[in-house]
């Protein structure tokens, strides 16, 4: 199931998926969110950058990967799409002068929707990792991250070392796709590795006692431990691609471009920084993590 939602408010609402980058000629129907877009006139598109749907930006992202994206959680209990991946997305729209659309998928549907060009752009803390580059182009750096071996407090001492690990009778987690899913067949073979589509998943599946450890980038990790304080990060798991880049449609050198461009102004102008400590706060708070029902609300 994935869900469009323009940056703003939620409210269903029917809108036209395209499949090719750069082209309008073909559509299907499907439920959305969406909300009117906030971005400035004019804006720094010539209109010389080609987009999925003519004046919007499309952007893919999978909605459980704190402070990235994900939902906080108001008071009365309503959802609203946050992360500083989706801040950044506005940015860079309302840069481009062009309207912000997000579609909210799996973590392996964001890949999936770069790969049939059925969006512009991928945000979902994606590691600029060479196999991808056969189904997506990836813009400069814009978060230095890191990697992290994962657990619970009253496993650290046993579960601190990928010789600790690197056997059958140990449960390995890893979210499905992603770099760490790899990092844990690098690293770990002999493991019990199972990969699941949310990190929710596996954070539950830790804090439930069914999973010893797991892989998980370390801004996520320490993210959850801050609602979760039972979690342990028990060790650096080293990975030659450090940092986050968005994936960009293939074949749009113009709009890689332009995104490049933005993401420099948004670091040069102190946003981006702004945009990384206030979902880390928010992330703090009440949140949910994953896709919303048909309806808008939490599952």
């Known amino acids: 199931m994935k869900k469009r939602v323009l940056a703003g408010f939620l409210a269903a609402c029917m809108v036209m998926s395209l ?3 750069g082209s309008s000629d073909s559509a299907s129907e499907e439920t959305n969110e969406t909300t009117e877009s906030t971005s400035d006139e004019g804006g720094k598109s ?47 729209a309302d840069y481009m002068g062009l309207e912000l659309e997000i579609i909210t998928v799996d973590f392996d549907g964001v890949l999936s929707e770069l790969q049939t060009k059925s969006v512009d752009l991928g945000m979902a803390g994606l590691s600029p990792d060479p196999a991808r580059e056969s189904i997506m182009d990836f813009t400069d750096i814009y978060y230095m991250g890191g990697q992290s071996l994962v657990t619970v407090k009253d496993n650290a001492d046993t579960y601190n070392s990928f010789d600790a690990i690197n056997n059958p009778d140990v449960t390995v987690g890893a979210q499905t796709g992603s770099i760490q899913l ?33 892989y998980i980038e370390t801004v996520v990790a320490q993210s959850y431990q801050k609602n979760y304080p039972d979690l342990e990060i028990v060790m650096e798991v080293p990975y030659d691609v450090e940092g986050s880049a968005i994936g960009v449609c293939k074949d749009n050198p ?31 708070g009440e949140t ?12």
Not at 182 to 201: G, H, Q
């Open 288 to 299: 949910y993590e994953g896709l919303l029902d048909d309806s808008g609300n939490v599952q």
């Open 46 to 92: 010539d209109g010389a950058v080609k987009t999925v749907t003519e004046g919007k930006l499309t952007v893919a992202t999978s909605p459980d990967f704190a402070p990235y994206e994900f939902y906080a959680i108001d008071e009365d209990g309503n959802p609203t799409l946050a992360g500083f991946d989706m801040d950044l997305a506005q940015y860079i």
């Open 254 to 284: 113009e709009l890689l471009a332009a995104v490049n461009e933005a993401i420099k102004a948004a670091t040069e102008d102190g946003s981006l920084d702004q945009y990384i400590a206030d979902a880390t706060d928010l992330a703090a």
């Open 182 to 214: 790899d990092l844990a067949n690098e690293n770990t073979p002999d493991a019990d590795i199972v990969s699941l589509p949310k990190v929710t998943d596996i954070i539950s599946e830790l804090l439930s006692g069914k999973m010893d450890a797991a």
């Open 19 to 21: 499949a090719a980058c």
